[in-house]
């Protein structure tokens, strides 16, 4: 039987704002991070979706972003966390981009970072324990870019960021069966459209 998931990125952050590297490491949702989420929220009510369940990551970007869509109680995962960038957390991207983040998939091992093959294992293993529950038809899970993105190359192969869209609020949605997802669409939002 088939069953979807809803998988998310959180709102803007302050350190998304000013383009720095966020992990580990948390900051807070900014005015427009704030607004974001309830395009999202309005998106699933025009699309009559109804989640019987809902998880964010343990980081705080995350469970504020899942408050402002749904009053449903939630729990935090670990397993969706985002990648842990080592020494290069806080500071500038254009740094971490220097030593080949984003070909390399090991490049931040060196620096006390993780592994892009980590993050997928751990993020593949705890999405899959959420749908294998039997009350789990429809999820929400919200996380963060490099995981998601790691998470849905496990099925995608051919995915890149551009198809994903990767923007703050994004939604992608799975279908999962037999433990597999497929990758069906992703929604992004014109967060200058009035919501009223």
């Given at each position: 039987?088939?069953?979807?998931?809803?998988?998310?990125?959180?709102?803007?952050?302050v350190?998304?704002?000013?383009?720095?590297?966020q992990?580990f490491?948390?900051s807070?949702?900014?005015?427009?991070?704030?607004?974001?989420p309830?395009?999202?929220?309005?998106?699933?009510?025009?699309?009559?979706?109804?989640?019987?369940?809902?998880?964010?990551?343990?980081?705080?970007?995350?469970?504020?972003?899942?408050?402002?869509i749904?009053?449903?109680?939630?729990?935090?995962?670990?397993?969706?966390?985002?990648?842990?960038?080592?020494?290069?957390?806080?500071?500038?991207?254009?740094?971490?981009?220097?030593i080949?983040?984003?070909e390399?998939r090991?490049?931040?091992?060196?620096?006390?970072?993780?592994?892009?093959?980590?993050?997928?294992?751990r993020?593949?293993?705890a999405?899959?324990?959420?749908?294998?529950?039997?009350?789990?038809?429809?999820?929400?899970?919200?996380?963060?870019?490099?995981?998601?993105?790691?998470?849905?190359?496990?099925?995608?192969?051919?995915?890149?960021?551009?198809?994903l869209?990767?923007t703050?609020?994004?939604?992608?949605?799975?279908?999962?069966?037999?433990?597999?997802?497929?990758?069906?669409?992703?929604?992004d939002?014109?967060?200058?459209?009035?919501?009223?």
């Amino acid at each position: 039987m088939k069953k979807t998931l809803y998988l998310m990125r959180h709102g803007q952050t302050v350190f998304n704002a000013r383009d720095m590297v966020q992990g580990f490491c948390d900051s807070p949702l900014t005015e427009l991070g704030q607004r974001q989420p309830l395009y999202a929220k309005r998106w699933f009510e025009d699309h009559n979706v109804a989640f019987d369940h809902a998880y964010s990551s343990t980081q705080e970007r995350a469970s504020d972003t899942l408050e402002l869509i749904t009053d449903l109680p939630y729990e935090r995962l670990k397993g969706i966390k985002e990648m842990n960038f080592g020494k290069f957390e806080g500071g500038p991207n254009h740094e971490m981009r220097k030593i080949g983040f984003g070909e390399d998939r090991d490049a931040l091992i060196p620096f006390g970072g993780e592994s892009w093959y980590a993050v997928q294992d751990r993020a593949v293993r705890a999405l899959t324990e959420v749908m294998e529950k039997d009350d789990h038809q429809t999820v929400l899970a919200v996380s963060h870019g490099c995981t998601i993105f790691a998470f849905t190359h496990k099925w995608f192969p051919e995915a890149t960021w551009e198809i994903l869209k990767m923007t703050n609020c994004v939604i992608l949605k799975f279908e999962y069966e037999d433990g597999v997802f497929t990758f069906n669409y992703a929604v992004d939002h014109d967060f200058d459209r009035p919501l009223d």
